[in-house]
């Protein structure tokens, strides 16, 4: 009896968080779509007459100015296609990268096999804020740069994971039987191992999106990113970190844009991987 | 055993031998040292640079310059700074304790909070206290960790001026980092915390323990925390990387004398020596705890070696 309640229970806490997720995600996907209809003034108008004013004061700013009179709201808004176009791109190039690379290591073995998991268990040892100072150190910043350098960081996950199902799945009889009749290797591994394991690949792209906008914010914060001068979460911050003693909101609200995106992103992905395996194999 | 102690030393010894190479090698693309060097000091002809290229052996062949780098090593020695020519080792030997003693400080606080949330989060199971945890898990994750160290400097130090905001100055300045990046680790802990506990708590000794009538403080925590303790720490031993890439950010928040920003004042002065020698010690160091992780592991749990 209890445990029957507790599972309803249980249930209707997975779809409130499936709801929250999409709704946080949604929202912000479509605000920063819809921003040039919602901002028609631009982001960068510059109003020194209206610098730094304070939130919920002035409706034309409802989340104040900034110190050069920049509307805050309409900024955040924008920074927001670098983080969701930085997120996405990055995801998938290392999807497509990190599954070919996976499934043709898991499936010949060999050689091949030993290098990549070589270079997985280095790229491990390294902190990718490490491998990002010094990536950006030789290639230099900029948003191209940012996401090949998170392809490159990220990459490997895939490789792993989608390595460790081919090698169970490329002994099962539906693969053997699928050798035995002479079906090509590119259609055994891109037509009948492939959909058997992009489950678990879809809930690591869900979690890297979030992941990879955190990064890039970082990163960006740090001066390492994306051009300060394009509006982005991670540089806002940089900027309003210097008027954190008398402009709160500059440095306040970026932030809680990263947050309440990244949390989007986290819920639907947590929801996501309770649906496609309820055993929770795959929780880390 | 030994074969297990060999294979995942020699493993090891490759990762590290293929992130130095890596470093030395990419490094040589920055630009001419040299020329920073010689940066400032006037008039500069081609024969003075070519006396400095001698003085730092960056006219040997790419594997001779390697393999000094290597022994140099070896006797802690990483050459000098671009700037000012002091000795690396002594840059590293004062930022490194900095970093260590965040890191520690940082464990401490995640360890603190997550245990209990995590066994309340167990013992709750699908209940709301449980679900309340899940949801507080998922909100730490998603905290860009930078922000949440602004966000703390706003608070304590701006509105309520009870923390220095920045700088390692005892204990008070400790308080800030260490949460930051406690919060922060707290997020993953908790759930570990929670699977871990899960398993435990469903083992026949527990149902003794409180057949025995004992209280439930002490099942919890003394007879099923101590059963769950070695899958624990070696989750928090392999999160060490993830720390330390934290704390490379987080000290830059909070001018935290240590290896980040030993690390971001290299990068933005093109001194590469410092860098070189950074992402050399702190990649040591994470292959190291990895191994003593798994070593560990293995002599507890002798399923592990023949995998």
Redesign the interface.
């Known amino acids: 009896m209890t445990s029957k309640a507790s599972s309803t229970r249980f249930a209707r806490f997975r779809n409130l968080e499936f709801i929250l997720g999409a709704l946080l995600t949604g929202g912000i996907c479509l605000a920063v779509l819809f921003s040039g209809v919602l901002f028609p003034g631009g982001v960068d108008k510059i109003d020194l007459m209206a610098r730094l004013t304070p939130p919920f004061v002035n409706w034309a700013h409802p989340l104040g100015t900034d110190p050069l009179g920049r509307d805050v709201l309409a900024r955040v808004v924008a920074g927001g296609k670098i983080s969701l176009l930085v997120g996405l791109t990055s995801v998938a190039g290392a999807v497509v990268l990190g599954v070919v690379m996976g499934l043709v290591s898991g499936y010949y073995r060999g050689f091949w096999d030993m290098l990549v998991m070589r270079f997985a268990d280095v790229q491990l040892a390294l902190p990718f804020i490490l491998l990002a100072i010094t990536f950006i150190a030789i290639v230099g910043g900029g948003l191209t740069n940012t996401i090949i350098l998170l392809i490159v960081s990220q990459w490997v996950q895939y490789a792993r994971l989608v390595r460790g199902s081919v090698l169970s799945l490329r002994e099962r009889e539906f693969i053997q039987s699928a050798r035995a009749i002479g079906v090509r290797d590119y259609k055994i591994l891109f037509q009948h191992l492939l959909p058997n394991l992009i489950g678990p690949v879809i809930v690591l792209m869900t979690l890297n999106v979030a992941n990879n906008i955190l990064l890039e914010s970082s990163l960006t914060f740090l001066g390492l990113g994306v051009d300060p001068l394009i509006p982005s979460w991670g540089g806002m911050l940089a900027d309003g970190r210097t008027y954190l003693q008398n402009a709160w909101w500059v440095s306040v609200f970026p932030g809680l844009a990263i947050l309440l995106t990244v949390l989007g992103l986290n819920l639907l992905g947590d929801w996501l991987r309770d649906s496609l395996d309820p055993t929770g194999r795959t929780s880390r | 055993m030994a074969g297990f102690l060999i294979k995942r030393f020699l493993?090891a010894v490759?990762?590290?031998f293929?992130?130095t190479l890596?470093?030395s090698y990419?490094?040589r693309?920055?630009g001419d040292p040299a020329l920073m060097l010689a940066q400032g000091a006037g008039s500069v002809t081609e024969a003075d640079l070519v006396r400095i290229r001698e003085g730092l052996g960056l006219n040997q062949p790419f594997l001779a310059q390697y393999y000094d780098f290597i022994t140099g090593m070896f006797r802690l020695d990483f050459g000098r700074s671009f700037m000012g020519g002091t000795p690396v080792s002594q840059l590293i030997a004062s930022a490194l304790p900095a970093t260590m003693l965040l890191a520690f400080a940082s464990l401490i606080v995640s360890i603190a909070i997550s245990i209990p949330l995590g066994i309340r989060a167990a013992v709750a199971?699908?209940?709301w206290a449980d679900?309340t945890i899940r949801?507080l898990s998922?909100?730490g994750?998603?905290?860009?960790?930078?922000?949440l160290a602004?966000?703390l400097?706003?608070l304590f130090s701006?509105v309520l001026k009870w923390l220095p905001p920045s700088g390692m100055d005892g204990f008070a300045s400790f308080i800030m980092p260490a949460l930051t990046m406690g919060i922060i680790l707290t997020a993953?802990n908790v759930?570990l915390v929670r699977?871990a506990m899960l398993e435990t708590l469903q083992s026949q000794y527990i149902m003794v323990a409180r057949a025995k009538g004992l209280s439930e403080s002490k099942v919890l925590y003394k007879h099923a925390l101590r059963n769950c303790a070695i899958p624990l720490i070696t989750y928090f031993g392999l999160q060490f990387?993830?720390l330390?890439?934290?704390i490379?950010?987080v000290e830059?928040?909070f001018n935290w004398p240590g290896m980040?920003t030993l690390?971001?004042d290299a990068?933005a002065s093109?001194d590469?020596p410092v860098?070189q020698a950074?992402?050399t010690v702190?990649?040591l160091m994470?292959?190291g705890v990895?191994l003593l992780v798994d070593i560990a592991y293995g002599l507890v749990d002798p399923r592990i070696r023949t995998e």
């Open positions: 493993q490759f990762v590290v293929v992130v890596t470093v990419a490094i693309f920055t199971r699908g209940k679900q949801i998922l909100v994750l998603s905290f860009p960790n930078f922000w602004i966000m400097v706003l701006i993953t759930r699977t990387g993830g330390l890439g934290g490379v950010v830059l928040v980040g690390a971001f990068v093109r590469y860098l950074v992402i702190l990649s994470i292959v990895n």
